[in-house]
C-alpha cells in the first residue's frame, strides 16, 4: 500500500514538472512517488527491473547423422538471452568441453567435428552480459562405426568455372588433387551447375602420394564423364567426397595475361567446417578501379535440402555514409551458388561490408570473400598489382593470436613451368618469445609421391619473413 507523507492530499492530474519538492512515499512493489509543497503535483518514479541471467533451456535431444555429425535440439525458455553455449564431453570422461555458440533464439546446433563410432555427452546453457543460466539436461549420442559408402572426408569447392570476363579476360579453373595419405584414394566428384547447365557425378583413384594438377577442371570433370556443356560460360560447385583423411583439393581461377596468369586460388572447404551462424564479408568497395562480387552457396546434400540466405550491406563509413540495405532473400537448392556482381554499387556504398546469415534450413553454407565473425575489429590487407582495366590481387586476413601453425604444415599445389612459378614465404609470428625459428622442408613430386628433395637449416626471428622464391626450381629442379 502507498505510506504518504503527513499532510498529504488526493493528487491532481496534471501534465508539468514538480514545483518544490517536499514529500516522497514508496510504495509495495517499490515505486517511488515525489510531491511538491500542497500536493498539487506528483511524480512516480516507477522501479525498473534488474538485468537477470536467461532461464536454462530444456529439452536437449542429440541425433546421430553421419559419423562425423550430430545434431542437436531444444526448447528455448528465456526472453533476454545474448546466445547459448553447447558443450561436447566423451562418454566416461568428467571433462566439458566447448564446441560451439548460436545466437538469441536458437534452438538447434550441428556438432560436424565428431569422430566414428563414439559416443557423446551433451549439455547447452544460455547466456547474456548478466550471467549464465542453469545447464540444460544432458543427452547422448553415438556416431555410426562406418563412414557412408567408404567416405573419409567431404570438400567443397564454392566455385570453378570457364567464363568470359570484363575487358577481354578469360578466366578458367585449374583443380589440384593431392593425396597425402599411405592409401590409395577413392575419390567422387558431384558437380552442380550455376550457369551453363549440365551437372552430376564420376568417381576416380588416386594414388598414395601422389598430386594431379588438371589445367581446366570443367575439361577434367567432362573427360571423367560429368555431363556439362562443351562450350558456352560454366560456372558451378564442385564437392569431393574421399575415401581418405588426407586429400586435399585446390582450386586456382585465372586469366591470361602479358606475362603469365593473374587470379586466385583457394583451398576444397571441409564441409564439417561450414558457416552455421551469420558470417562478414569484409574489405569491399565499389569505384572506377575496384568492383567487389559477393556469392555464397550451400554446402549441403539433397538430403539436408534447400536454404534461405539473407545478406545486409553495410557502409563502411557510418558518419559519412551511414547506408545499409537488406537484400532481398535468396533460396538455393544444395550445391547450388549465388553472386551478386557489384554489390556495393547498388546500395550506393563506396566501401563497406556485409553480413550473410542463413534464415531457413539446415545445411551449411560457404560465402566469398574474407570471412570473418567479427567479433571485434577485422584486420586485413590487400597485395597487387594493376592489369585488365583494374587490379589483380589477393585479399587475406590478420592471423589471429593463437591460430598460427605450431608444428607442422602442408602446401599443395605448387608448380614451376613456363608459365607459373610457385613462390613459398615463412613467417615467425613471434608469439612464443624472441627466439629465431628454424625450418626444415621437405619436397615432393606430386607424380610419383616421392621425397625429391630436404631443406634445413632455414631460421626466421621473431617477427621476421623470409620468401623462397621459385622454390621447385631452386630445390627441386625438374618437379613441376
Keep these: 500500500h502507498l505510506h504518504p507523507c503527513q499532510g498529504a492530499k488526493p493528487p491532481k492530474t496534471v501534465k508539468h514538472g514538480l514545483a518544490s519538492p517536499s514529500g516522497v512515499a514508496m510504495d509495495g512493489t517499490g515505486n517511488l512517488y515525489v510531491a511538491d509543497s500542497g500536493n498539487q503535483r506528483i511524480r512516480v ?26 545434431d542437436l535440439t531444444w526448447q528455448d525458455n528465456s526472453t533476454n538471452e545474448t546466445g547459448f553455449r553447447v558443450q561436447r564431453r566423451l562418454a566416461g570422461s568428467a571433462d566439458w568441453v566447448p564446441i560451439g555458440t548460436t545466437a538469441a533464439n536458437g534452438t538447434k546446433f550441428s556438432d560436424r567435428g565428431a569422430s566414428p563410432d563414439t559416443l557423446y555427452r551433451y549439455r547447452v546453457q544460455a547466456f ?14 553415438r556416431t555410426p562405426a562406418t563412414p557412408t559408402r567408404g567416405i573419409s572426408s567431404r570438400l567443397f569447392v564454392p566455385v570453378i ?68 556443356p562443351a562450350a558456352g560460360n560454366r560456372i558451378g560447385t564442385l564437392r569431393v567426397e574421399a575415401s581418405g583423411t588426407d586429400v586435399t583439393v585446390t582450386v586456382r581461377t585465372t586469366t591470361r595475361m602479358a606475362d603469365g596468369r ?57 558518419f559519412a555514409n551511414p547506408r545499409s540495405r537488406v537484400l532481398p532473400d535468396v533460396t538455393l537448392d544444395p550445391g547450388g551458388f549465388h553472386q551478386y556482381s557489384g554489390l556495393l554499387g547498388t546500395a550506393g556504398i563506396e566501401q563497406g561490408y556485409v553480413r550473410v546469415e542463413r534464415v531457413r534450413g539446415d545445411a551449411p553454407f560457404y560465402a566469398y570473400g574474407v570471412i570473418n565473425d567479427l567479433t571485434g575489429v577485422v584486420i586485413g590487407a590487400r597485395t597487387g598489382s594493376p592489369g585488365g582495366g583494374g587490379q589483380y590481387s589477393v585479399f587475406y586476413n590478420a592471423v589471429p593470436y593463437g591460430a598460427a601453425f605450431d608444428d607442422t604444415a602442408w602446401v599443395d599445389a ?12 615463412l613467417v615467425n609470428t613471434g608469439e612464443v618469445d624472441g627466439s629465431d625459428s628454424v625450418f626444415r622442408l621437405e619436397i615432393y613430386d606430386g607424380d610419383t609421391g616421392r621425397r625429391v628433395n630436404t631443406v634445413t637449416g632455414i631460421r626466421v626471428p621473431a617477427r621476421g619473413w623470409h620468401q623462397i622464391n621459385g622454390i621447385l626450381g631452386n630445390y627441386a629442379p625438374g618437379t613441376t
Design 45 to 70: 518514479l516507477r522501479r525498473s527491473s534488474s538485468p537477470s541471467s536467461p532461464q536454462a533451456p530444456t529439452q536437449l535431444r542429440a541425433t546421430p547423422v553421419s559419423p562425423s555429425r550430430i
Design 128 to 141: 547474456n552480459d548478466t550471467g549464465s543460466s542453469a545447464f540444460s539436461n544432458e543427452t547422448e549420442a
Design 161 to 228: 568455372l570457364t567464363a568470359s570476363g570484363r575487358n577481354n579476360s578469360f578466366f578458367t579453373s585449374e583443380l589440384t588433387l593431392t593425396n597425402r595419405g599411405n592409401q590409395t584414394a577413392t575419390l567422387r566428384h558431384t558437380y552442380t551447375a550455376a550457369a551453363g547447365g549440365g551437372g552430376g557425378a564420376a568417381s576416380e583413384t588416386l594414388g598414395a602420394g601422389r598430386q594431379k594438377i588438371a589445367a581446366n577442371a570443367i575439361d577434367y570433370l567432362r573427360a571423367l564423364g560429368i555431363s556439362i
Design 262 to 318: 593473374a587470379g586466385l586460388a583457394y583451398p576444397g572447404i571441409a564441409v564439417a567446417d561450414g558457416f552455421e551462424e551469420a558470417v562478414y564479408l569484409c574489405g569491399l568497395r565499389q569505384n572506377a578501379q575496384d568492383r567487389s562480387n559477393v556469392a555464397f552457396q550451400n554446402m549441403g546434400t539433397s538430403q539436408e535440402g534447400n536454404i534461405t540466405l539473407r545478406t545486409t550491406v553495410y557502409s563502411g563509413d557510418p
Design 414 to 425: 605448387l608448380q614451376q613451368n613456363r608459365e607459373t612459378r610457385s613462390n613459398l614465404a
